[in-house]
């Protein structure tokens, strides 16, 4: 595939449905229970779709292509001072990778998933499609590839929100050996402006 060419994954898809063939993605090939493997199918590789394609630092937003790894984003929005709101602990797995499985993170506790932190998709549907979806606009398709599993279509382009960087940060290892008094402490913490992770 082509990098600059998201049509391409329309195509593969088009070609799929009218051969009666099933389709999976592969990002960086971390997926469960065989969901990136295509027994009989086509195996559509994603890293290859990797490239940032606009960072807008006043409206605190990045477009990038549904390969880009996390890592790389990482690392390309430092100049800027952004970074992604939420964040897995597996800095090596694609955008619409985790996307597509919600990507549940250490700053999850205040900003949500992953998931909740996207703007705008571009999404190929199962007919070949390319519809370019959002929460207030196409929501179904939105939500149903959000947490989909690939299921619905395939992530070829997200807009996601970004967030200040701190030039600094302090970590804290709190040991308990009572779970009643972690999680009434846990729940302070969530609630206290003063934490930015937890984990």
């Not at 088009?14 to 997926?31: D, I, N, P, Y």
């Not at 549904?66 to 992604?84: I, M, Q, S, T």
């Not at 970004?162 to 600094?168: E, I």
């Amino acid at each position: 595939m082509k990098k600059d060419h998201a049509e391409d994954v329309a195509a593969v898809i088009r070609f799929a449905r009218e051969h009666g063939l099933g389709v999976s993605t592969r990002g960086s090939a971390h997926s469960q229970s065989e969901l990136a493997i295509s027994r009989g199918g086509i195996l559509l590789a994603m890293r290859s779709m990797s490239r940032i394609l606009s960072v807008d630092r006043d409206k605190e937003t990045v477009d990038v292509e549904g390969g880009v790894v996390w890592r790389d984003l990482v690392h390309h929005l430092k100049r800027w001072d952004l970074v992604p709101r939420v964040l897995t602990n597996n800095l090596g797995v694609t955008v619409a990778g985790t996307l597509s499985v919600a990507g549940i993170g250490v700053a999850s506790f205040r900003h949500g998933s992953q998931g909740d932190n996207v703007e705008e998709l571009d999404v190929v549907t199962g007919a070949g499609e390319t519809v370019t979806c959002g929460p207030e606009q196409n929501e179904e398709l939105f939500w149903s590839a959000i947490a989909g599993l690939g299921q619905v279509g395939v992530i070829t382009r997200a807009r996601l929100k970004l967030r200040r960087c701190k030039p600094m940060s302090r970590t804290y290892y709190l040991l308990y050996d009572d779970l009643r008094r972690f999680l009434s402490d846990a729940r302070s913490a969530m609630d206290d402006t003063r934490w930015d992770h937890l984990e």
